[in-house]
């Protein structure tokens, strides 16, 4: 249960492997996603928590060639899932994350915290050039409900403006319903908005999902009960 990330690079008959982040150690569930920006010069990976019993969180790892450097982010709570979903978007420009098990909120008016099972989150970086750190885009974007865990799969556009993600609730076969969510980053405001939802069938949940650069198509996968496929377009993420 521990779980390397490489990276590989094609000398024209032969890939050869470089080591981009060792082992993080027993009990992490392996390299759970990984991604590669569209210049090659990125690459991320995670080692996401199985269990809150195991009392790490999951963590991120992000190498950019330019500058050589790599950057680990934790997660935000013990067992969270942390990098349950990877995916870069353009080159090396913006990069999101999901957490798919736990997560910790603050609660409002009390300075305390309360823990939020299983709803998922998401979280969007951009590179800042000036402090040679990612840091984080708007807010943290949370599930709606206790188990339903967004983030099974997280895809970004080229430009930033448009995230979607699939959810693959806990407990799927008692009829809950997955749905990949579409987010929308509005400037004025700072902040990512849901702007949509593409449902499957009653008592499915969304194991994968792919959109285009551009995000005018996505293509989900059902992965619990019907394993059918489905691509739509997006005629609006306004």
Not at 96 to 123: H, P
């Amino acid at each position: 249960e521990g779980g390397s990330i490489w990276r590989a690079t094609w000398g024209g008959s032969a890939w050869s492997h470089t080591e981009v982040v060792a082992n993080d150690g027993a009990g992490h569930m392996g390299c759970t996603d990984v991604a590669l920006s569209d210049d090659g010069a990125c690459v991320a990976g995670a080692n996401a928590l199985g269990a809150a019993s195991s009392k790490k969180k999951g963590k991120l790892h992000i190498w950019r060639s330019a500058t050589g450097t790599s950057t680990s982010i934790e997660g935000p709570t013990v067992g969270d899932g942390w990098g349950r979903g990877v995916h870069f978007g353009g080159d090396c420009e913006y990069l999101v994350a999901s957490g798919t098990l736990g997560y910790i909120q603050s609660v409002s008016g009390t300075g305390g915290q309360d823990a939020v099972g299983e709803r998922g989150f998401i979280r969007v970086y951009t590179w800042d050039s000036g402090s040679d750190a990612w840091v984080q885009r708007g807010i943290d974007l949370v599930g709606l409900t206790t188990h339903s865990r967004l983030g099974t799969s997280v895809r970004i556009t080229d430009d930033g403006t448009t995230i979607v993600a699939a959810k693959m609730p806990a407990f799927a076969s008692a009829g809950e319903q997955g749905t990949s969510r579409v987010f929308t980053w509005i400037p004025l405001l700072g902040a990512y908005f849901h702007s949509g939802n593409l449902d499957v069938h009653s008592g499915g949940g969304l194991g994968a999902i792919d959109m285009t650069p551009d995000g005018k198509r996505i293509v989900a996968y059902n992965g619990w009960n019907s394993h059918e496929f489905r691509e739509v377009p997006l005629c609006s993420t306004a």
